[in-house]
Each structure stands twice: as C-alpha cells, then as structure tokens.
C-alpha cells in the first residue's frame, strides 16, 4: 500500500487500530480535496458553454439542455463512479496509481517488460510478490502470446507512453482553461472588462500557481482543501436554488429517455457536440494518477459522499437555469448566480480554479517520475517535498516547462472552447488507454477469464469510443494541440528508451571476460593501490568495458573493487533490507565484488549520504556468510560463479565480528589573511561560527572483534582489508560515454541515436549527479558506444 496507509503497527488494541485507520483516511479524504478533486469540480465553469456553442447554436431549447443534463449525469455516473472508483482504484499497484502502475502490474505478473538487466533476483522482493500467484505455468493462452512476441511487448509500452505523453498534456491544458474559465466571470459583471485585461490576470495567476509547485503536496493539501470544500458547498447551495427557482422539472431528466430524445432532436450536432460534455469529467484520472498521494478508501470516501453528488446538484440546477434563460448560455455558469452572492462566489471559483490545476500537474509529476524509473524518461531532478511520503514531489524542469506552454497556450487561444476541444480529446484518449491496460490487469494479474475482461472492455469502449469519435471531430478546432504536445513528449521517452536499451546491449556484448580476469591474477597485471574502488555500470552481470579501458590506459586500481549497478525494478518501493544484492566477482585474493543497488520507482535514491556505508556493512556480511556456507563445501569455485545474496546492512550486528562506530573527528582550517574583500569577509563568518578554527564533522568507522576460534584467518584478512580500503577512501568510477550510431545504420537509427537521443543525455542531468555522487571523489573513464 501507499506510504500513507504503511504507518499502522500491526500489534495493539483492534478496536483502536480501526479507530486509527478511520481518522487516517478521514484525513487524508480531507487532503484529497486540495490535490485530487480540484479540476473535476471546477469542470461546471465551461461544460454548457462548450457544449451549445457551435454545433447547437440552432437547437437552444429545453429539450436540448433536459437531454444534455442527462448526458452528463450518467457520464459522471459510468465513468468517474462505476470506472474508477469501484474498478480501477482495487487495480493499484502496492497503493500506487496512473497508467505506468498498470503497466508495472502487468510486466510483474508476466514477461511484458522491456528493461535490460532485470534478473529472477527481482522476483523474489515482497513487494513483486503482492497479488496473485505470478506461475507462469498457470498463465493463460494470452499471457503466452504477449510474452512470446516481442512486438506486440513493444507495440503495449507505446501505447502506454502514448497514454503518459496525454496525461502531461493535460498538464498543460488545464491551468489554461480552468484560470481562464474563472475570469470569465469579471464579463458577467456590470463593468465588464476587456479580453486584454483578462488574459493578462489569468496569465498572473498561472505564473503564481506554478511558482507554488514546489511548497509540496502535503503543503497544498490542507492549504487548499478548505477552499474546494467551500466551492462544493457554494456550488450544491446554488444549484438546490436554481432547481427550486426556476424549474424543478429538471428532476425528470435524470431519465435516460431524455439522452435518446436529445439525439433525435439534435441529430448528428448532438454527437459532435459529446466534445463539450465530455468536459463533466475532466479530471477523473487524477483520482488514479494521485492514489499513491492518498488511500483508495480516503478517495472513493471523498468523491462518493461529497464530490458526486455536489456535481449533479450543480449540473441539475444549471440546466433548470438555462431552460428557462437561453440567451445565458455562453456564460452559464456565472449568470446562474444569484446577485447577492455573486463576488464571493467568484472570489472562490478563482481559488477553486487555480487548485484544480494543482490536481493534474502533481499526477504530470508522478506519471513522469515513474517513467524516468522504467527508463522511459531523460534523467530530470525529483525534489521530495515530504520525508514522510516519498509519492509527493516536485520536478524543476518539468513544472517550468509546462508553465511555459499553458502560458503559450492560453495567450495563443484565448478561448476555453478551443482549449476546451483539446483538453476533451486528451482526457478521453487517457481514459481510452487505461481502459484498454485495466482489462489486460483483469486477465493476467487478477486471472479472470477473457469473457470478463472483454465484458469490460466492450462495455466501456463503446461509451468511450463515442465521446473518443466526437472529441476527433473537433481537432481542426484545438484538438491538435494535445495530440502535438504528446507526440513529443511520446518521442523523447521513446527515443530515451531505445537509447538506453542499445547502450546496455553494447556493454553486454563487449564486456570482461571472466578468463581473462583470471589469466592476469590476482594483481590484475597492474599496481593495486590502497583504498575503494566502486565501478558504476548498467551491467547486472560481468566486467564492464569501462573496466579494462582505465586499466590499460593506466596500469593501477584500488585494492578492493566493486561494481555497482543501481537499476530499477517494476514495483513501487523496495524495503531497506532487501535493496543490496551482493556477489563476488573472482576469487578471494582478487578482492573485487559486485553489488546490484535496487530501487522501486517511487523511492529516493541516495539521498541519506550514507551509501559507502551502507555497501561496506553488506560486503561484510557476505564475506562472513559466505564463509559460513562454504565450510560444507569440497570447492570454493561455487563462491564466484554470479550467485549473489540479499544482505541489508540494517541488519543486526549482534552475530557479526565487525563493529560499526560513529566518531566525531575536527578538521582544523584556516582562511590566510588577504586584500580580497571577499575572503576577508568569508574569514569574519567563518570564524564566528568555529572561534577555534575547528569543523566538526560525523564519520563512521570500522573495526574487528577480538580473534576467535571458530573465525578463520582468510576471513578476517579478507576483512582487515576491506576496513583498511575504506580508510584510505573511496573513489567512483563511471563512464563518460559517447553514443554514436555504426555507419552501416539506416538513415532513421541515425537520426534517433545522433540527433535525438545524444541531445537529451547533452541537455539531462549527468549520472554522477543523478546518484548523488561528491564530485571530488569521481573518475570518469571516456568511451564511445557504437549501437
């Protein structure tokens, strides 16, 4: 489950767990209002404008708006309701939501993935094991072929980068017409003000919203929560009084008699015109995308108690509004306010726009950070707002690129129903895919028979696919946009990816091989100098190449090597215990072993300073469990044949003969006086803050219990030498690669690897600053990949 839902201890009084358990999701129900449900409530600001003007400009009547209030009820009621909160919210991925967590289900539980160095190690996590059994020898006939094929492996992950690539183009167009949408209110006013002084306000307001990104989720939750619940309230107050006022026969429209009497009158205007109705449900994929945020109960509880019913209030009253003032309909929404309460209302339409925004850029961030995991996406900075909750970040340069567009956007258009045509046909496509990858989940994770999978499917295709058709209609106005933005957004994640899965295969056919390791000894043929030597690569198995190029250009490295590979794998998070997999290369003399550093795609990646040590104490504990095994072993060749073992070096060392100290050492350091005004004035700080010249700083050390009888000598050697390297200091070696295509490519893979994916590794972060590593400490070895 998500780390919200982690925190209750499993011993204690039954009664007061429950009792923890209610208030925790009543909580984060609470929470959810400001992150989830923002964009979705802010939706009855434009769904009648976008919906009669155009196609219906010559059918305002009462019947039309009877038939589209129908409409929209029982799409709120098929989709957002029966979908996603009775289906898709039990479809979580270890209590994380969105279409990569779909897809992450579906390559655990059968041979879907397309990432290059997973191994039947990674099946052995908890978190892989959650849901059903994943036997391949129960898998039905159509887990076979999706395994078996792999083209149609990679024709589900573009369909699921499509899916991604649509979910950060709503990023993009809902701050635009939820803030523009709000001030359209200032033209139902007696000063009406002009389109330039509206834009420019709405162009404020979205710099400020994006400009609050980075406050975090749990900020913004309970700083806005209380303005969506008042906007709910307002709305719920305003459409009873509308009902009430002017046509409380509205009542009878919650027929489905009135959709087919809607149809027959509009005719095929009517079906163009599903573009603007499907706007009722904008937003309903944050409540998926931001489950990992929340609790599935904290949702279904917040959108079934209140959200729902708030909406079709809202919707009934404005239509028993609209019925009886046709001329309103272009401004609907703010006409149907009563005068008295009409500046507080849109005081809190204003708020309640700029949250609903809030809603779909923290799901463009989760979607984004999950793709950058499976290695989907160019290597960007996640900043994690929240210690407590590692699914609430922020992204830098996503969240000013994105300000960038809507504001590109909303200065280019300037109307919500252009906006609006866009922003229907991005939603729906999303819902389209999830609906597709939630049937897959139903036959091979949850192993429901095909009939029920093709029963849901059917089902929802056929009402998605009419909203999907009319949406299409409308892409000569506005509809391009979003499909453009994820065309891009599709091809870099794209291109990453291809990139990434033929730089791994080059190091996995040019890597060392282990005979000729062997063949040079144990001194490798050069000088071993004192000290740690930890050898970065994608490689899970063998030497990489990075390698034997540094030693042969210079004959000397540490005395202790280990080679590192920090991957990831399909599952939300890794427990601390399990996250080092630890082998030995060669054989002891050799002192060179690998460790595989594995994270899920929502953890934090060495961010606790603390990793040398970390991979020391696990070293450590293979050492002496290994020499444990081998006691009732004839060989010790079985020691470096690429088993490896999970060690945690969170374990306890009450059986172990290393000790682990924490010390507090003082590095004296003085500035020498000069004319520079400027050291002159960093002496004068420094010494305020250490009057003695002294810097105090945290350092772990290492040492050995006294000798004992049962500990054998090349046991503790083995381990004396490891403290020893420590000591003397730990080095990071990484490749500084080049990545060019063969000249006997094709024209296209020259494009994709030369232009296209060189450029993104240019314009990404670097991996040494990805994994956190201290600069003063790196050696990067030049190499160029020929793919």
């Known amino acids: 489950m998500a780390a919200a839902e982690s925190g209750v201890s499993s011993t204690g009084n039954p009664s007061q767990l429950s009792w923890v358990n209610i208030s925790r999701n009543l909580i984060l129900a609470y929470q959810s209002f400001g992150v989830v449900y923002g964009s979705l409530c802010t939706s009855p600001l434009y769904v009648y ?43 979580h991925d270890n209590g994380e939501g969105g279409t990569f967590a779909l897809y992450s289900l579906l390559c ?63 990023g993009v167009l809902t701050p635009a017409i939820s803030v523009l949408s709000s001030m359209s209110g200032l033209q139902a006013t007696e000063k009406k003000s002009t ?66 009497k809607f149809f027959r009158v509009t005719g095929q205007d009517g079906w163009i015109s599903l573009g603007g109705v499907l706007l009722s449900v904008t937003g309903t994929e944050a409540m998926f995308a931001n489950l990992g945020h929340f609790t599935s109960v904290s949702i279904r509880l917040a959108f079934a108690a209140v959200v729902y019913p708030c909406l079709v209030v809202q919707y009934m009253g404005q239509a028993a509004f609209l019925s009886k003032n046709l001329k309103s309909i272009p401004n609907s929404f703010y006409n149907s306010i009563p005068d008295p309460v009409f500046w507080p209302v849109f005081v809190i339409a204003t708020l309640a726009a700029i949250v609903g925004s809030l809603a779909v850029i923290t799901a463009t961030f989760s979607i984004i950070k999950q793709c950058h995991a499976l290695g989907c996406f160019p290597r960007v900075k996640v900043v994690h707002t929240w210690k407590h909750v590692f699914g609430q970040i922020y992204i830098p340069e996503i969240n000013w690129i ?16 252009l906006i609006g045509n866009g922003y229907g046909l991005a939603c729906i496509i999303v819902m389209f895919i999830t609906t597709f990858l939630m049937a897959l989940v139903i036959v091979v994770v949850w192993q429901k028979s095909c009939f029920l999978a093709i029963l849901f499917l059917g089902t929802l295709w056929i009402v998605e696919g009419v909203y999907l058709s009319a949406a299409l209609m409308k892409v000569p106005q506005g509809g391009w946009v979003p499909l453009v933005l994820a065309l ?34 144990p001194s490798l043929g050069i000088v071993r100098v004192p000290g740690i ?43 601390p215990e399990e996250r080092f997999l630890i082998g030995r290369v060669c054989p002891k003399p050799y002192r060179m072993y690998r460790c595989i550093v594995r994270y899920g795609y929502k953890d934090i990646q060495r961010e606790d300073g603390d990793f040398e040590n970390q991979v020391i104490q696990s070293i450590a504990e293979f050492i002496q469990m290994e020499a444990g095994e081998l006691q009732s072993s004839a060989s010790e060749s079985q ?22 100290s924490e010390v507090e050492e003082y590095d004296f350091a003085t500035i020498q006086s000069s004319k520079s005004m400027t050291l002159q004035s960093l002496r004068s700080v420094y010494e305020d803050e250490y009057p003695q010249g002294q810097v105090r700083r945290r350092r772990v050390r290492f040492g050995l219990m006294p000798p004992s009888r049962g500990m054998e000598c090349s046991v503790r050697e ?64 030049g190499m160029i990949y020929y793919v």
């Open 639 to 660: 020691s470096y044949d690429g088993r490896m073992a999970v060690l945690s070096s969170h374990k306890s060392l009450s059986n172990s003969i290393m000790t682990v």
């Open 533 to 575: 030597g930890l050898v970065y690569s994608e490689l899970a198995t063998g030497v990489p190449a990075i390698f034997s190029h540094f030693v042969t250009n210079i004959p000397a490295f540490h005395k202790v090597v280990v080679f590192v590979c920090v991957k990831s794998v399909p599952v939300p998070h890794v427990l």
């Open 108 to 170: 655990r539980h059968a041979k879907l993935s397309l990432l290059p160095n997973q191994q039947a190690a990674d099946e052995e996590l908890s978190a892989y094991k959650c849901g059903p059994s994943t036997d391949t020898g129960t898998s039905s006939p159509f887990t076979r072929i999706l395994e078996k094929h792999k083209r149609l492996r990679t024709a589900l992950l573009v369909v699921v980068l499509f899916g991604a690539a649509m979910v950060i183009g709503d």
């Open 195 to 260: 389109d330039g002084e509206l834009l420019f306000l709405a162009c404020v307001i979205l710099v400020g919203l994006f400009a609050l990104q980075h406050c975090g989720t749990h900020r913004v939750a309970f700083m806005f929560a209380p303005i969506v619940i008042i906007w709910l309230i307002s709305i719920l107050l305003i459409g009873l009084y509308n009902i009430i006022h002017w046509n409380p026969k509205i009542l009878h429209a919650l027929s489905p008699l009135y959709i087919i």
């Open 488 to 521: 891009i957004f599709m091809t870099a994640m794209y291109v990453w990816h291809y990139g990434t899965r033929r730089k791994y295969s080059f190091d996995l056919h040019n890597k060392v091989s282990l005979k000729w390791l062997l063949g040079l000894g």
């Open 402 to 417: 994105l300000m960038i567009l809507t504001l590109a956007v909303a200065i280019g258009f300037r109307d919500t129903t």
């Open 718 to 781: 083995e381990l004396m030498d490891l403290i020893g390297a420590k000591e003397a200091g730990v080095a990071y070696v990484m490749g500084h690669s080049y990545v060019k295509s063969r000249k006997s490519s094709s024209w296209l893979k020259k494009l994709t690897i030369d232009m296209g994916y060189s450029f993104l590794r240019k314009n990404c972060r670097g991996p040494a600053v990805a994994l956190n590593i201290p600069h003063i400490s790196l050696i990067e070895v």
């Open 49 to 91: 404008r976008s919906t009669f003007i155009g196609t219906l400009r010559n059918h305002q009547n009462e019947e039309a708006v009877f038939g589209a209030f129908s409409l929209i009820f029982w799409t709120l009621t098929l989709i957002p309701l029966l979908k996603y909160v009775l289906v898709l919210l039990s479809a």
